[in-house]
Nanobody, 120 residues
Framework: VQLQASGGGLVQPGGSLRLSCAAS????????MAWYRQLPGKQRDLVAE???????KYTSSVEGRFTVSRDDEKKTIYLQMNRLKLEDTAVYSC???????????????WGQGTQVTVSS
């Protein structure tokens, strides 16, 4: 199973970006999916998560500005980021709990990070 993240880049404060993370491989079912971000030398922090049934949760600093969604047919999680701030600058990574065919449990997989830089 592989997760491929895309959509990062350079944006001015107040601007928007949309991140995508597509899962591929031996996938029978995908449970929780999530976005994290990390600054150099800092721990990785949860930004947003979405359950199999579509229930979304956000860290307080992005509530009302970011929207997480998923397309199970495309096996993809999205993060729409609006009204970006300087402090949103970080490497964003995606994760997904995947159940492969013939497996009775879910395993968490991680995608590579994508850089988001908010700067004027």
């Amino acid at each position: 199973v592989q997760l491929q993240a895309s959509g990062g880049g350079l944006v001015q404060p107040g601007g928007s970006l949309r991140l995508s993370c597509a899962a591929s491989g031996d996938i029978f079912s995908i449970g929780r999916m999530a976005w994290y971000r990390q600054l150099p030398g800092k721990q990785r922090d949860l930004v947003a998560e979405i359950t199999f049934s579509g229930i979304a949760k956000y860290t307080s600093s992005v509530e009302g500005r970011f929207t997480v969604s998923r397309d199970d047919e495309k096996k993809t999680i999205y993060l729409q980021m609006n009204r970006l701030k300087l402090e949103d600058t970080a490497v964003y990574s995606c994760s997904a709990r995947v159940r492969s065919s013939g497996s009775g449990w879910y395993t968490e997989y991680w995608g590579q990070g994508t850089q988001v830089t908010v700067s004027s």
